[in-house]
């Protein structure tokens, strides 16, 4: 018989205070999580909620243990088993899903270097075998005598990683989302490191209700009399087995364009792997691709960025992506939001009233002053501020929030001595030709000037064109990074404060970097610009493909689209919706696609209707994206990719919803079509029959196949749209 306890939390100034019940019993290896469980947590809520478990007689320690035993975190869909022995390891990660393990090894629980020197964090030495763990091993191995060492844990809860309150028709997602954390410090060895007495090494993990999802990242506290330097880190080292590669998936808050912190490589110690060359890709690491170089002064803390850790139960890509999605909308539930937007060409003050009427009069919710439209958020002139202050109190007044367009450092030049420095050449440059490097002291001056503009004026959302991109600058000038190891960490970091305080304000963000795990709302759905300068129908068939190539890795929600209803990078007059009545089916058929996808697109242009008529159309999508925005914003499922041959579809489900699923359906061609659709509807949670009717038409029943699937028959008119509703019967 298994013997554990369960932990009686209750909060303390953040903490939690141990309440231990004792258990009479030797430490006994959790061979019980090694079972498969009953249902799909995609369809119906997990029971058990996240905790942490220990052995022995003593609950949790908080010291170091005198004897051998496990420490779990646990959900029910995945668990963290440690092994507390001579040193704090991770035993196993474990697939409750499957009940499969996925490591097969003992590794460090995370990796720096400090002033030069290479120092692993926890974990055990000696493993005879690298190809899987025998339980009964672990007690035979030692520490490393150079590991930092294990002295103490705290548990708690999960926290918010940006301040952020849900707004505009967002998720109703906890936040912070609802958890358990630990806390694990290490001291340096002695007296391999004894110039270190002082510096704690605390190793954070995070695990969350219902999600199949592990959070981790490291701190550094210099409690010694002198300055340290940390060079490089690494937050995770996992022995993977060649089994589990594929259904493990890991993304961190430390990214943007070309940058990577997941790495899969070969693991040397591993000698009886097939590989003749040792050279099989089971080692997962996740660590800085540069730096971070950060010098801590006595009494200073350095965090570093947070990995996450998703474990999938099949190879599938849409089950995969399903996973992804709900990590994204789970943990950053201000992606789900999702408001209305235009994007206004210019910026005078007729114009955005102009622009604000219509987006009123049609059920818009928020105008943008776009790019090249002569906005200035840098601007510190009284009357510039004033006057667009009585626009946004304007705006206000008809119920639409209002923001603006800011360039921020990718290619922008900011003068030699602010611009990154090309660490080849010496000289400005970067891979953009030329970026402000956000870490200069010219920074200073544009936040300042882009949120005293936001306070003074009232302004709702920002859309930060070119954030920090991940230029390296090899500068030594620079106020707020040394030199060029540590300028991708600070410059990341200032990116990510300047959010958090525009999240402060309640403002609604627009950025093309995966900045989203720091508080962003949107990113781009994927397009290529000079697309939207190709005639029209080819732009609105490159469109959908988008739209359903983009939604396998994140939900609609999250990505934006765009419609030029002026000229964009050229095409004239045979790209271009204006006059928007004489191009009104093409009109129509891009907010369809886009609204039918619970996807915003930016609607870029003067105006979003000339005529009675127009006006009308883009009511109608407006009132039909309300009715069903509950369901459209829920998860995609891929039925049938746009190619130009035959219909094609996407489905949103919500086994939540009393609108259970809702298939859009195009026929692109200009020929009427006839087909059978098959509607993949598990993850409505509906079995059986479903009630189903074609738009605002009369129900009927139908049978389910036995995979959940529905068969349903549909007829179109050429260049046709239309959506089926499917609900329990």
């Known amino acids: ?36 469980r009953d249902g799909d947590w995609l369809v119906q809520p997990v029971a058990e909620r996240a905790e942490i478990h220990a052995d022995g007689n003593e609950g949790v320690p908080a010291q170091k243990p005198a004897t051998p035993r496990y420490l779990v975190m646990d959900n029910g869909l995945v668990s963290r088993v440690f092994y507390l022995g001579p040193n704090f390891a991770t035993a196993d990660l474990v697939n409750r899903m499957t009940g499969d393990g996925l490591l097969r090894g003992v590794k460090p629980e995370a990796r720096i270097s400090l002033d030069g020197v290479t120092c692993d964090i926890g974990g055990l030495t000696g493993q005879p075998d690298l190809g899987y763990l025998d339980p009964t091993w672990l007690a035979e191995m030692p520490a490393d005598p150079n590991a930092f060492v294990f002295t103490r844990l705290e548990t708690g809860t999960p926290r918010a990683r940006f301040p952020w309150q849900p707004r505009r028709f967002s998720e109703n997602a906890p936040w912070p989302p609802h958890g358990v954390a630990l806390t694990v410090h290490f001291d340096p060895p002695t007296p391999a490191m ?66 990577e912190t997941s790495h899969w490589g070969p693991d040397l110690a591993y000698t009886s792997q097939v590989d003749y060359l040792y050279q099989s890709p089971v080692l997962f690491t996740s660590s800085y691709p540069r730096g971070p170089g950060v010098m801590l002064e006595p009494g200073e803390s350095f965090e570093s960025y947070t990995v996450f850790e998703i474990l999938h139960d099949s190879d599938g890509r849409e089950r995969q992506g399903l996973f992804i999605r709900r990590m994204l909308r789970t943990l950053l539930p201000q992606v789900t939001e999702n ?49 667009f202050k009585a626009d946004v109190e304007y705006a206000h007044s008809q119920g639409i929030e209002i923001g603006g367009y800011t360039l921020m450092c990718a290619s922008r030049d900011a003068g030699p001595e602010n611009n990154c420095v090309d660490p080849a050449t010496g000289k400005p440059g970067s891979k953009f030709g030329q970026s402000a490097c956000l870490a200069s002291e010219w920074s200073d001056g544009y936040f300042r ?26 500068a030594t000038t620079h106020l707020h990074h040394r030199g060029l190891e540590d300028s991708q960490y600070h410059q990341w970091k200032r990116c990510a404060a300047f959010y958090a305080q525009c999240l402060q304000r309640g403002m609604y963000i627009n950025t093309p970097d995966r900045y989203y795990f720091n508080g962003a709302q949107k990113f781009p759905m994927g397009y290529r610009e000079t697309n939207w300068s190709l005639p029209r129908w080819r732009q609105i068939l490159l469109a959908r493909q988008n739209i359903f190539d983009g939604t396998w890795l994140k939900p609609p929600t999250l990505g934006w689209m765009f419609v030029p209803l002026v000229e964009y990078h050229g095409g004239g007059p045979a790209a271009t919706l204006e006059p928007l009545s004489e191009h009104l089916t093409e009109y129509e058929w891009h907010l369809a696609l886009n609204f039918g996808s619970g996807v915003i697109a930016c609607y870029r242009g003067p105006r979003l209707f000339d005529t009675d008529e127009t006006k009308a159309v883009v009511k109608k999508w407006v009132d039909f994206y309300k009715k069903y925005r509950a369901i459209l914003t829920s998860d995609i499922i891929h039925v049938r990719r746009p190619d130009h041959k035959s219909i094609d579809c996407v489905l949103h489900v919500n086994p939540a919803l009393k609108e259970r699923g809702l298939a859009m359906v195009y026929n692109p061609l200009d020929q009427a079509l006839e087909t059978t659709l098959r509607l993949p509807l598990y993850y409505t949670g509906l079995t059986g029959t479903v009630s189903i009717r074609e738009q605002e038409g009369e129900s009927r029943r139908m049978e389910l196949t036995r995979d959940s699937s529905l068969d349903l028959p549909v007829k179109m008119q050429p260049r ?7 609900e329990e019967s």
């Open 449 to 474: 000037r882009v949120l005293n503009f936001i306070d003074a004026t009232g302004l709702d959302m920002i859309e930060t064109d070119g954030p920090y991109h991940g230029d390296v600058c090899a």
């Open 194 to 259: 004894e110039k270190y007495k002082g510096l704690d090494v605390a190793v954070h993990y995070e695990l969350y209700h219902g999600l199949p999802v592990m959070a981790k990242w490291i701190s550094v506290t210099n409690g010694t009399p002198a300055e340290v330097h940390i060079d490089s880190a690494t937050v995770e080292i996992l022995a993977v087995n060649e089994a589990q590669t594929s259904r493990f998936h890991a993304e961190s808050t430390f990214a943007f364009d070309g940058m």
């Open 720 to 726: 046709s749209i239309t959506w089926f509703i499917v």
């Open 339 to 387: 408001p209305i937007f235009m994007h206004v060409r210019n910026a005078d003050s007729e114009s955005v009233r102009l622009a604000i009427g219509q987006c009123a009069a049609v059920g818009f919710e928020m105008v943008i002053l776009t790019f090249w439209s002569g906005f200035d958020i840098e601007s510190e002139d009284p009357a510039y501020i004033a006057r």
């Open 1 to 36: 018989m298994n013997r554990w306890i369960r932990l009686t939390l209750s909060v303390t100034l953040g903490f939690v205070s141990i309440s231990p019940s004792p258990v009479s019993a030797e430490p006994v290896y959790p061979a019980h999580l090694y079972q498969p």
